[in-house]
């Protein structure tokens, strides 16, 4: 994307019409009266970029207001005008790419949605983007993979470009980028880009990967550099496909991390995360520090990553945000999390608890959903603590905002398609 194109901002000047100054009446054979000048109506300023988050479990999409920087080199202002999701993900329609069309198009054409927010001369001259995320990255991986996400591709193209908004991009960004770009929305939301102190983590769970992200305080492991009008950032970067908690069941799906009364569950928390720990604890670390143990690999070899900065605090989002507003532990902490799912002793609390009680204490939530919260709480404490995450520490924040607005990386991906953060 053109930058120049996307921050440059327009400025109309409507003049008021005086009219004529009285005159005297002329006679009757005079000249026609004098017509007053119409003052043409200013040109709509067209500063809007619009993002399609193209997720495992849905599609969303957001419309964004562009406004230059206050000074001279600073960060342009994005406000998000409109905000539209629709179910399931891109990856469900692998048999039927013309459904994934429908999907996007009902999405972008829903009330309040992108084309009712945007004025109709913007429409074309709004540069769109779709992005997708681990979902597809796992169907591109399967056998006949890369063929169907083709096919869904072109449909999506197709349904966008009917639509008349002028489509950038259609496909699947890397781990790598969508962590990024979580790290920019939350710095960016905080008000971290432009100031001179520090920055935030981001840590994230969704339903196929997990993902961390933070600018490691010695350097270390690998980065990447993103450049915000005068200051860059070499943030530390990873994603971890198959981590995401619906994957996750596939490596282990023991007895211990289901309540009793689920099938065979025992309900035993301590028991659950003795299982789940290992899958995600390397057996070969090369290179020095390492975090999670690479998804799907026999041997284990660890992912290297920098040491955790020990007063940085880490936003929790997506289902590590859900999983502590569920549990309401006494204490923000990993420790916190852990007691609230298994009690003092790892025997007792929301896993220990029979399901019939646990139906009845949580009616609102689906009991497909509420039968794996025991199982997640193992998979988040094994997650945490391969990360690095002590289970005292206090650096951990479980949101599902960054301040005044949404978590996600649809923002930081908005910010960086207009800046060119990570060109060059």
């Known amino acids: 994307m053109h930058r120049a194109a996307l921050t ?10 005086c009219g004529p100054k009285e005159s005297p009446t002329p006679p009757a054979a005079a000249a026609p009266a004098a017509t007053v000048e119409e003052t043409p109506a200013p040109e709509t300023v067209c ?14 999409a957001y419309t964004y207001q562009i406004d230059a920087p206050e000074e001279e080199g600073g960060i342009p202002a994005l406000t998000q005008l409109s905000y539209a999701k629709v179910e399931p993900g891109l990856a ?23 084309l009712a927010t945007l004025p109709d001369e913007c429409e074309g001259k709004t540069p769109t983007a779709l992005m997708a995320t681990a979902g597809m990255r796992l169907l591109e991986g399967q056998d006949g993979g890369e063929a169907a996400a083709k096919a869904i591709y072109d449909a999506v193209r197709q349904a966008v470009s009917d639509t008349g908004l002028d489509l950038r991009f ?6 790598q980028q969508e962590a990024l770009y979580t790290w920019a929305s939350a710095n960016y939301a905080l008000g971290n880009l432009n100031a001179d102190g520090g920055s935030v983590g981001t840590l994230d769970l969704g339903s196929v990967a997990t993902s961390i992200a933070f600018i490691p305080e010695n350097g270390g492991g690998p980065t990447a550099t993103l450049k915000f009008g ?30 009793k009364g689920v099938a065979k569950g025992k309900g035993r928390f301590d028991q659950c995360v003795k299982k789940l720990a290992p899958v995600v604890t390397p057996k070969s670390c090369e290179g020095g520090a390492c975090g999670l143990a690479q998804p799907g690999v026999e041997a284990k070899p ?21 999983l502590a507003a569920l549990l309401k532990p006494s204490a923000a902490t990993l420790a916190g999390i852990s007691e609230a799912a298994g009690g003092p002793k790892g025997k007792a609390g929301f896993c220990g608890t029979k399901w019939a009680k646990l139906t009845e ?7 497909e959903k509420l039968e794996n919260v025991c199982f997640t709480a193992g998979w988040v404490h094994s997650l945490l603590e391969g990360y690095g995450f002590g289970g005292d520490s206090e650096q951990i924040t479980w949101t599902d905002r960054f301040g005044d607005v949404d978590s996600g990386w649809a923002l930081g991906a908005a910010l960086c398609s207009v800046t060119g953060c990570l060109a060059g």
């Open 302 to 322: 660890g992912v290297p990553q920098p040491a955790l900065p020990s007063a940085m605090t880490f936003y929790a989002t997506g289902h590590f945000a859900e």
């Open 230 to 259: 005068a200051k860059s950032f070499s943030v530390y970067a990873q994603s971890y496909i198959g981590y995401g908690v619906d994957q996750a069941r596939q490596y282990v799906a023991d007895d211990a991390c289901f309540p």
């Open 361 to 367: 204490a949580n009616s609102d939530i689906p009991p």
């Open 92 to 114: 469900s329609f692998k048999d039927s790419p013309d459904d994934a069309a429908g999907s996007i198009t009902s999405l972008l054409t829903s009330a309040d949605s992108v």
């Open 47 to 60: 500063n809007y970029i619009v993002l399609v988050d193209a997720g495992s479990t849905s599609s969303r």
């Open 170 to 175: 259609a496909g699947t960004i890397s781990g």
């Open 8 to 17: 440059a901002i327009a400025t109309g000047l409507l003049l008021a019409a």
